[in-house]
């Protein structure tokens, strides 16, 4: 079951972050701002236009950023298997390397949304797993 969330509530904190190039490649990534509640290692679940991706935190020289986004967390473990539904994202909304986006923080440390700046979105916010099963889920991921 999820919650219903408009990216204007009170209890959402919008942080503006920017697109970068992954590496020496052309494809985006996004460049996660100081305030985000995140760690290098993290996964989080990103909310796309009514998708929720997974994406893994990983860091560079320049800070924390995500490389991808992905349909369940196996993917964004190992982003080969599968599409990078925020680069769909990216081309869909023609967003590139140096645009600003607002990351919208729905559930911090666990769920975020990204959207394009003065756009307003209403997210379907989902639950937190249940804790002790996510333990055992990453220990057999393991």
Do not use: K
């Not at 904190?13 to 996660?32: E, I, K």
């Not at 796309?48 to 997974?54: A, D, F, K, S, Y």
């Not at 756009?119 to 804790?131: L, M």
Request: a negative charge; one cysteine or more; aromatic letters at 4%.
């Amino acid at each position: 079951m999820s919650e219903r969330v408009p990216s204007d509530h009170d209890s959402v904190r919008s942080l503006r972050a920017s697109l970068a190039r992954s590496g020496g490649t052309r494809r985006p990534c996004l460049r996660l701002p100081d305030g985000a509640v995140v760690e290098e290692g993290d996964y989080i679940r990103l909310l796309l236009g009514g998708l929720t991706t997974h994406a893994r935190v990983v860091a560079d020289a320049s800070g924390l950023l995500l490389r991808g986004s992905y349909d369940n967390r196996r993917l964004a473990r190992e982003p080969r298997d599968g599409e990078n539904r925020f680069t769909e994202w990216c081309e869909t909304h023609d967003r590139g390397p140096g645009d600003a986006v607002e990351l919208d923080e729905l559930d911090p440390g666990f769920c975020y949304g990204l959207r394009e700046p003065g756009e307003r979105v209403v997210y379907d916010v989902p639950r937190r797993p249940n804790q002790s099963l996510h333990h055992i889920a990453s220990n057999l991921g393991e």
